[in-house]
């Protein structure tokens, strides 16, 4: 049912404004009939941040922003969901329009400036399906006239650490001012130890909530060592490579909708965010997994993640131009590579080529 819902709904939401046809893809899965997906294979399961995935392939923060559709979404067949960003009080985020298609290059550009509906709210949904279960994370965000943006951060995790699976501290969005300085080695040290000790402050009462930090795929290589150090040492549990970049690859096609500020995301960022992914995974050696996502449109680009890094992968762009039927298709191109041959279980082929790819030619 949503297999032919999808091959007919896709053409008229490409002809609608993007915000637009994200509002009804929303309301359809709100209310459209969503039967569970067939059992994966139990090859493709995945223990990460002490929780078990049934399969690797997650939805990304930012389709479901208000935390709407967490179930429905998980009935398609992804093996976890990340809704948000949210943010303490709610906000507009940046005026419309804020979400761009670039049809050739299969590329999305938004600068949608953490529009929330605000922990309110989304705290109530999630509360409402806590006992549904399934592995539900949330990514943090926080406000833009915020004075202090690590308060926001600690103020959210007390509150949702009870109905959630995960949380991920989003300091790498482009969208809102200043957002990625906290990126940087002292503030960065600063915010994941209060991160840090507010989770471990709830866990009597909300049990172990796994953090993870979502950084941008524009570091610098200094950077990330920076990075990946103070993430190390603030003992986190896992981290998100990457967010969206504000670069803008010269030979994308469609160079008139590339001018538009934000951040640009789907297949002209998977080279990049790939490369910095194993640049990650050499980088953390182990401490804690890692989640790859940027450009993932294929069950190859999937694959490759793993071998760069990945233990869990997560995608939202390609959708647009996929269609939900890429889940299975990337669910079945990592069973076909375990038949295959190539390893036994999927972690053995987790950042199989990292060293290789650290060595190439740094992508443009």
């Known amino acids: 049912m949503i297999g032919f819902f999808d091959r ?24 459209a009939p969503v039967s569970r997906s067939a059992a994966d294979d139990p090859r493709l399961a995945v223990r990460a941040f002490g929780l078990r995935f049934a399969n690797p392939v997650g939805l990304a923060a930012g389709f479901d922003k208000h935390a709407e559709v967490p179930d429905a979404l998980l009935r398609l067949g992804f ?74 951060y600690v103020r959210l995790i007390e509150a949702m650490a009870p109905v959630v699976s995960f949380v991920t501290v989003n300091i790498s969005s482009p969208n809102t001012p200043g957002l990625r300085n906290l990126q940087q080695g002292t503030a960065l040290d600063e915010l994941l130890a209060r991160v840090v000790e507010a989770r471990d402050r709830v866990a009597p009462r909300a049990g172990p909530t796994p953090v993870l930090l979502k950084i941008a795929p524009d570091l610098t290589l200094s950077d990330l060592d920076d990075v990946v150090g103070v993430a190390r040492q603030r003992k986190i549990d896992g981290m998100i490579v990457g967010n969206t970049t504000i670069g803008r690859p010269l030979w994308l096609r469609d160079q008139e909708t590339a001018k538009e500020a934000g951040g640009l995301s789907g297949r002209p960022l998977f080279a990049l965010s790939t490369r910095m992914l194993a640049e990650t995974y050499v980088r953390v050696e182990g ?44 669910k079945a191109a990592l069973v076909a590579a375990l038949d295959g041959g190539e390893a036994e279980k999927l972690s053995d082929l987790v950042g199989a080529d ?11």
């Open 287 to 330: 401490a804690f997994p890692l989640i790859g996502v940027g450009g993932i449109d294929s069950g190859a680009a999937a694959l490759a993640k793993v071998r760069a890094g990945a233990d869990l992968v997560q995608l939202y762009s390609a959708l647009v131009f996929r269609g939900l039927g890429l889940i299975a298709e990337i």
């Open 8 to 31: 007919l709904a896709r053409p008229l939401l490409r002809v609608l404004d993007p915000e637009d046809a994200h509002a009804l893809a929303l309301k359809a899965l709100r209310f």
């Open 79 to 152: 093996g976890f969901v990340e809704v948000g960003g949210v943010t303490p009080l709610p906000q507009s985020g940046n005026p419309r329009p804020r979400l761009f298609r670039l049809d050739r290059d299969e590329a999305v550009i938004n600068r949608f400036g953490f529009n929330s509906e605000g922990e309110a709210v989304v705290l109530a949904r999630l509360a409402a399906r806590a006992d549904a279960g399934g592995i539900v994370g949330l990514n943090l965000g926080s406000n833009k006239e915020s004075p202090d943006r690590g308060a926001d």
């Open 354 to 364: 990292s060293a290789a790819m650290t060595a190439e030619n740094w992508p443009v």
